[in-house]
């Protein structure tokens, strides 16, 4: 498992480096077959003054499978990373605990690994904290799937809607979520 710590508008230093490592590296034996791991520290600027640290952390299965978690923390990027680390947990608990659907393995756990996986441990929901809207650019990987695969994927991150490289129609496509019930597509025309 590759462990990747990066930082935008905040210098790494090693102290948080090494702590950032630690911490992660115990993630495998939670969830086997980890492609690799990769932890985004962020500085974000408010009117009041005050500076507030995030970590996102970003999971790869080798099953193909995306799982993400991001907090905050004022002033503090350890704490950050312990807020997001436990919001990883639980979403690896979601993970395992996921069924194939229609008879497509490609995103749920194997036996063998769930059975050498051990149980995350326990963590208490925290309130969070209120942050200032903010305006960001993100890169989008695109993976070939088709619409099932991408609405499995979409729900283990929590999202509410996922952009993905439709396998099928041989375009980039967004499924989301509806208000009402059921999910959506979006299929990109020109003019």
Not at 19 to 34: E, F, G
Not at 39 to 61: E, K, P
Not at 106 to 126: C, G, I, Q
């Amino acid at each position: 498992m590759e462990i990747q710590v990066r930082g935008d508008d905040l210098k790494i230093t090693e102290t948080l480096e090494e702590y950032a490592q630690k911490k992660l590296a115990r993630l495998d034996k939670y969830l086997p077959n980890i492609q690799d791991v990769r932890v985004d520290f962020s500085r974000q600027h408010t009117r009041r003054g005050d500076n507030i640290l995030s970590a996102q952390i970003t999971i790869r299965h080798q099953r193909g499978a995306i799982l993400r978690a991001e907090e905050t923390s004022a002033g503090d990027a350890e704490a950050a990373l312990n807020l997001a680390i436990e919001k990883i947990h639980r979403q690896i608990e979601r993970f395992k605990s996921k069924r194939s659907r229609k008879g497509r393995p490609r995103f749920s756990a194997s036996v063998e690994e769930l059975s050498a996986a051990e149980t995350a441990p326990n963590v208490d929901v925290l309130e969070e904290e209120e942050v200032d809207p903010i305006i960001r650019h993100k890169e989008v990987y695109v993976t070939a799937m088709n619409e099932d695969e991408a609405i499995e994927q979409m729900e283990l991150l929590g999202h509410t809607f996922f952009i993905f490289f439709n396998d099928q129609t041989q375009t980039v496509n967004v499924v989301y979520k509806r208000r009402t019930s059921g999910y959506g597509v979006l299929i990109p025309k020109t003019e």
